[in-house]
């Protein structure tokens, strides 16, 4: 009886992978988020303040702010839990959500990743996180047929931060079908930008987004100012030598800025508080961000309009308690109708 319903469930799977317009590759936790008046200093014992359960994981927060644009059925997450019950209700909810998760391998040999924050009063996060089952991706995985199938029928690859080798796999095998790909390295920003394996993957990409503590990382350089993100833009795009590739560093309450063709999009951060909306946890927002990108470049939409969506998107998470708290695009469409599209662009 349970060889049937595995064989049924199997078979419905199947029906629906070909209509996967956008994969995502990256990490799957269950965050443990602890609300605290402020950070506790060294041998400091601070009051916590209450504490939710939630699933994350930024691979998983992308694909699902990604089916919330896009539609059930059109995402797929490529990613790997254990056999634990943190893996079985991670799959519950991502397919309640819409995501396809015929490419989530399951392994008995580790435990399911999990993440604990930190955050404060002003919504700011500190994250410790437990990668485990997201660290034993291996590049034969992402080189599968069934994988390769998949991304040669969709329109766009987002990887976060699985293995840098299964990253390359990845980045290498889009490249290859001409499908449009965007990297987020995380903390593989740490390798720098001048490490072969780094150079080589970012050279094939459409677009590259960092946080300014990962700019930092990859160019060991300071990332703290606009002024800085724009240097940093300019060194990425030397590296790479192509001047097409899209490089987007998302500054927080600084907003962010692109950096593209010889043009730089800078984009201030949108203020919901003309709305009574205010800042409670910002966990989240840069996956919100990635994903409604995403899906804007699925959807056809220019540079300038994805990165306006992306940034709304960020902002409105930030009011929200949840991880996973990425808006629809019904919500976003209805938002973005009573804020003004403050940007400036000027040559890089």
Request: glycine share 8%; proline share 2%; hydrophobic share 45%.
């Amino acid at each position: 009886m349970e060889k049937l319903a595995w064989k049924r469930e199997w078979n419905e799977m199947r029906l629906t992978d070909t209509n996967a317009d956008h994969i995502v590759c990256g990490a799957i936790n269950w965050d443990t988020t602890i609300f605290v008046q402020k950070f506790p200093m060294e041998g400091e014992e601070v009051r916590v303040e209450r504490v939710i359960d939630v699933p994350g994981g930024k691979g998983a927060n992308i694909a699902v702010a990604s089916v919330r644009v896009l539609g059930k059925g059109r995402v797929a997450l490529f990613g790997s839990l254990g056999t634990d019950h943190i893996a079985a209700r991670q799959i519950d909810i991502l397919r309640a959500e819409g995501v396809i998760t015929r490419f989530i391998r399951r392994d008995r040999e580790v435990q399911s990743g999990q993440a604990f924050i930190l955050v404060d009063s002003a919504g700011r996060n500190s994250i410790l996180t437990f990668k485990k089952a997201n660290d034993v991706l291996a590049e034969r995985m992402a080189a599968s047929s069934k994988l390769t199938r998949a991304i040669r029928h969709s329109k766009l690859i987002t990887v976060i931060d699985p293995p840098l080798e299964v990253a390359g796999r990845l980045v290498r095998t889009a490249a290859e079908h001409g499908r449009q790909v965007i990297w987020s390295p995380g903390m593989l920003s740490s390798g720098g930008i001048r490490k072969r394996k780094m150079a080589d993957i970012i050279r094939q990409l459409d677009f590259l987004v960092l946080n300014e503590q990962e700019c930092s990382s990859l160019l060991s350089m300071p990332c703290s100012s606009a002024a800085d993100a724009v240097h940093a833009c300019r060194l990425i795009i030397k590296v790479a030598a192509r001047k097409e590739l899209g490089v987007i560093v998302t500054m927080g309450e600084k907003g962010c800025l692109m950096a593209k063709d010889g043009e730089l999009v800078i984009m201030p951060r949108v203020d919901l508080g003309m709305m009574g909306l205010r800042v409670v946890n910002t966990v989240g927002a840069g996956d919100a961000f990635i994903g409604t990108f995403s899906a804007m470049k699925v959807l056809g939409r220019d540079d300038s309009d994805a990165l306006f969506m992306a940034n709304l998107s960020g902002s409105i998470k930030t009011t929200r308690q949840e991880t996973r708290g990425a808006p629809t695009l019904a919500e976003l469409v209805r938002i973005g109708g009573k804020v003004k599209r403050k940007y400036r662009t000027r040559k890089l």
